[in-house]
């Protein structure tokens, strides 16, 4: 039976992504830029989200394809309404993938690739679906069309990208693994088909401030004062930690996130009572705590 940080350690790396899942990613990517350079003017694409930026957990799924498009589309689409160029790509992208694959979101596109998960999460290391984002470049920011408030909106994922790394580094590179495990605990369907925090970069931005005072040394700690802050502070406001977009908890009403908050406070719960487990001495009942509280990722014996 492996020790509790044994088994964090492996959850923690089967949530990482592995060369065979980039190599897919690589792959979709090449076939949906080819498609869509094929149907307007691009002036770069690039992944990005967090999947970039090794926040994105399993399965993998809703990659972020960022579509820089040339100065040329302008006209033609910036100084319209941002459904105008969801629905230009949208179409675009049924022309190849058919539109039960094809899904108009708020900012982006959603291609689904058919992929089945199976019960342990795994999904032959293959990529569910990618998030197609039109954008245009602003200096060297960027704006986005958001349906939702039917406005373009300002974002920039490389200061994202550098706040993670920070974060990351100032508790000593487990970061990313926390915020993984967390997002992953997010997506569990023992939560029915509404996750607990959305959008799940709500998670990741409230991690900035959440995970604070440096990496104590053990994991099972560490989540449960994780899950236990992001109760206490779930109903706050949390803004667009870049400062440019629209505040990143706008994605839920007072109702969901007073859901959110009796979820999340039920999650320390019982992180507290595996804990108590562990000191009991009992290991083997600590690691199906652990298991009840993530899934089926997290290692059982
Ligand atoms: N409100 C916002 N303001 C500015 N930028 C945002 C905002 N929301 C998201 N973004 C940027 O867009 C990216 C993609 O958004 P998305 O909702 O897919 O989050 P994500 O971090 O990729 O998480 P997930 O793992 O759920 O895909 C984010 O990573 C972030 O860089
Ligand atoms: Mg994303």
Redesign the pocket.
């Known amino acids: 039976m492996p020790t509790l940080d044994e088994a964090f350690r492996k959850f923690k790396s089967r949530l990482e992504l592995n060369e065979r899942e980039q190599k897919n990613a690589i792959n979709r990517h090449t076939e949906v830029r080819e498609h869509v350079r094929s149907r307007f003017a691009i002036s770069r694409d690039f992944l990005?989200?967090?999947?970039a930026?090794h926040?994105?957990?399993k399965p993998l799924?809703?990659?972020?394809i960022f579509f820089v498009l040339a100065e040329s589309e302008r006209k033609k689409y910036r100084d319209k309404a941002p459904s105008e160029v969801l629905d230009d790509f949208h179409s675009a992208l049924v022309d190849k993938y058919g539109k039960d694959a094809v899904r108009k979101q708020g900012?982006?596109v959603n291609v689904d690739f058919g992929v089945v998960v199976d019960s342990d999460d795994n999904t032959d290391y293959r990529v569910l679906s990618v998030?197609v984002?039109p954008a245009f470049a602003d200096g060297t920011n960027y704006e986005?069309p958001n349906t939702d408030t039917g406005k373009w909106?300002?974002?920039?994922?490389e200061i994202?990208?550098q706040q993670a790394k920070d974060a990351h580094q100032a508790y000593s590179n487990e970061w990313k693994g926390l915020v993984r495990m967390v997002?992953y605990w997010n997506n569990n369907a023992k939560h029915g088909k509404d996750k607990p925090v959305k959008?799940?970069?709500l998670i990741?931005v409230m991690a900035m401030q959440c995970l604070h005072g440096g990496w104590q040394g053990r994991f099972d700690y560490e989540i449960q004062g994780f899950f236990s802050s992001l109760a206490d502070h779930i109903e706050h406001d949390w803004p667009?930690p870049?400062g440019?977009?629209?505040?990143?908890s706008?994605g839920m009403d007072a109702r969901r996130k007073a859901r959110a908050k009796v979820l999340l406070q039920g999650a320390s719960r019982e992180a507290s009572n595996a804990i108590h487990l562990s000191r009991k001495g009992q290991n083997g009942e600590a690691l199906k705590a652990w298991r009840q509280i993530f899934g089926t990722k997290f290692p059982s014996s």
């Open positions: 990005t989200g967090s999947y930026r926040t994105k957990t799924k809703d990659i972020d900012r982006s998030d984002v986005i909106m300002k974002t920039n994922p994202h990208a997002k959008p799940s970069f990741e667009d870049a440019m977009g629209s505040p990143v706008d």
